[in-house]
């Protein structure tokens, strides 16, 4: 076409467009020591609307906000009521009550699992807590997102979220750079997962890769129905801007396509505890031939109202997942997973990544060295914790992340697992 002929209306239109990206990106990128704008690399003017929606939804938290909270670690934690949390922004949650308990807690060996007393300060000390302040009841703490966080990811569209392809676990090999060492149970019906895993400051390479430790409750086929919540702990300098262990959530209801985003960058999990912030620092953690510092996280569907629910420790409920989010998990899991997983972004053909999986040392060296999961368990149809009996391991590269477990005593289902990523077995 002749470009004499583009109307006046669309050349109006793309030279605004570009004065907005030039606003916006002398607002958001930072200045140099010289004096100089960043620029913000917006890729189209779809990425630079979800730049626009995701600071609305940054300034509504901020000036929800009835206190703040100064971490020693440098995060601001907001206390936001809890009526006014992201959730709510949900198109499936307008007009939705938090739930205060679920029906039903699952039971272990015949009898209640828990009171449902255990303080989540004890169940999770996070560095935030040390301040000594606290929110007050009525509100939920939220880690306060930075313009800064967002513009740090990949890509402004994909913020919050994990890698389209290969984000979740497989049980064949890996995909788009995710290497995995996990044990899992399938081919049956599951209500929830529960297991203790130490937490481990794991060295990552580049802000380009992440190591975490988590639960997976899984429904669907391997594709583009893929249903998972998963919970743990993870290590993601191009997510937090640092190397601190943190607590994280995640849940997609499209196999990581549109859906779903770790912790509370999406509307979609319900908080209701006012004591654990998600994506907040986790203080103290396990140290080599040290003490080790457990995370007990269980997942479990409640059989009355149907949501997803999230408890640490011995009882401190979280929040849930409604089941309204979901289409496979409405009703059930059919698989659930334990274990790492690492993201390896060095090109085909270089050497490998040294991003450690866990303490970052293989299985063999056992307890205090070695990363673990013990007392894997699954919740059955009758809302109750059983062993994961005939879980399955299977390390993606074992030269460079591996598996090892065994069952009995005190530890029930359990299993080491990790490693250091590059070294003379995966070069």
């Known amino acids: ?138 509100t939920i703490p939220v880690r306060r997102t930075r313009e800064a966080d967002v513009l740090r990811a990949s890509s402004v569209s994909r913020f919050g979220m994990k890698a389209r392809g290969g984000g979740f676990a497989r049980r064949d090999s890996t995909g788009g750079g995710h290497e995995h060492a996990v044990g899992y149970v399938s081919g049956g019906q599951f209500y929830g997962a529960k297991a203790s895993l130490n937490v481990w400051p794991a060295q990552v390479a580049s802000p380009a890769e992440f190591s975490l430790s988590q639960i997976w409750v899984i429904s669907g086929a391997f594709g583009n129905d893929l249903n998972t919540i998963e919970a743990g702990w993870q290590v993601s300098p191009q997510l937090y801007g640092d190397n601190n262990p943190r607590f994280f959530t995640y849940w997609t209801d499209d196999a990581y396509q549109e ?77 659930v997973q334990f274990g790492g997983e690492v993201v390896n972004a060095r090109p085909a053909g270089a050497p490998h990544t040294p991003t450690q999986m866990g303490s970052g040392r293989f299985p063999g060296e056992g307890y205090a060295r070695a990363a673990y999961f013990r007392n894997a368990q699954v919740v059955d149809w009758d809302n109750s914790l059983v062993p994961a009996a005939g879980l399955r391991l299977l390390a993606d590269r074992p030269g460079c992340y591996d598996i090892a477990g065994g069952s009995g005593g005190a530890w029930g289902t359990y299993f080491y697992y990790g490693g250091p990523g590059r070294n003379a077995r995966c070069p």
Request: with cysteine.
């Open 1 to 138: 076409m002749d470009p004499r002929c583009i109307s006046s209306p669309i050349i109006a239109s793309f030279v605004s467009f570009l004065l907005l990206v030039s606003s916006v990106q002398a607002s958001a990128g930072g200045g140099s020591s010289n004096g100089t704008e960043t620029a913000v690399p917006f890729r189209s003017a779809e990425e630079l609307l979800r730049f626009q929606r995701i600071k609305a939804q940054l300034s509504r938290i901020k000036d929800a906000s009835v206190k703040m909270i100064q971490s020693p670690d440098g995060d601001v934690i907001d206390c936001v009521p809890t009526h006014l949390q992201p959730a709510f922004e949900h198109p499936k949650l307008r007009g939705h009550k938090p739930e205060k308990e679920p029906a039903g807690r699952p039971r272990s060996s015949g009898h209640a699992d828990a009171d449902g007393q255990d303080d989540e300060e004890q169940a999770l000390p996070q560095a935030w807590r040390r301040s000594g302040e606290s929110c007050p009841e009525g």
């Open 259 to 335: 859906t779903g985003c770790y912790n509370l960058h999406c509307s979609g999990f319900v908080q209701t505890s006012s004591r654990v912030a998600i994506g907040a620092a986790i203080s103290p953690f396990s140290s080599y031939n040290g003490r080790q510092f457990d995370l007990t996280v269980l997942i479990w569907k409640d059989p009355r109202q149907g949501h997803w629910w999230l408890q640490l420790g011995s009882g401190a409920l979280v929040g849930y997942w409604p089941s309204s989010l979901f289409t496979h998990l409405g009703s059930r899991a059919d698989m």
